[in-house]
């Protein structure tokens, strides 16, 4: 008897399925390929990602200045010379304050619930020193701490996708 033909027509022998070996090849070539074009667009997702969370958290946090110095503010009795209205700490916008419009201190105002890290500094530092501080006294071209909170900036030097530092925010 005579074999059949059609395992000849189709140039394998019979049971040799599958791909060659330098089939294999092109296709993870052309995947490292893809690969290698598709991370710097997740490094600048992240990024962006991180710098949403950076606005937000820059947000709030004066945000909640603003509320406690206008809470001190209007808080009836006039500021002592000297003193700006403004938090001593950024714990304290967290810890609350004496509410100064209630009778004998019996209300706490608190401006925070937590406060946010700076997502673009070290993450084993604590969030309240991820934060560059200004004070009130403190000329805006040379921000300094002292003895209170007026702003806050990124403590990171890196540059945004936009190429502004982060600590001009």
């Given at each position: 008897?005579?074999p ?30 893809l ?20 606005r ?7 945000n ?9 503010s ?23 304050v004496?509410?100064?419009?209630a ?18 500094a ?8 991820t ?25 990171s030097?890196?540059l945004?996708?936009?190429g ?6």
């Amino acid at each position: 008897m005579k074999p059949l033909p059609w395992p000849r027509l189709l140039g394998r022998r019979i049971g040799a399925a599958g791909f060659t070996m330098v089939e294999l090849l092109v296709v993870m070539a052309i995947l490292g390929i893809l690969a290698a074009a598709v991370m710097p667009l997740g490094e600048t997702l992240l990024k962006a990602q991180r710098e949403r969370e950076l606005r937000q958290s820059l947000w709030d946090i004066r945000n909640a200045i603003d509320e406690y110095q206008r809470a001190m503010s209007a808080g009836g009795a006039p500021l002592p010379i000297g003193v700006s209205g403004y938090p001593s700490s950024l714990q304290v916008l967290v810890q609350g304050v004496p509410d100064p419009r209630a009778q004998a201190g019996s209300q706490t105002l608190y401006f925070l619930r937590r406060l946010p890290r700076d997502p673009m500094a070290d993450p084993a530092l604590p969030a309240e020193q991820t934060w560059r501080l200004r004070s009130y006294a403190s000329p805006p071209d040379q921000p300094r701490p002292g003895a209170d909170v007026y702003d806050v900036s990124s403590s990171s030097d890196a540059l945004s996708l936009d190429g502004t530092p982060y600590s001009k925010w």
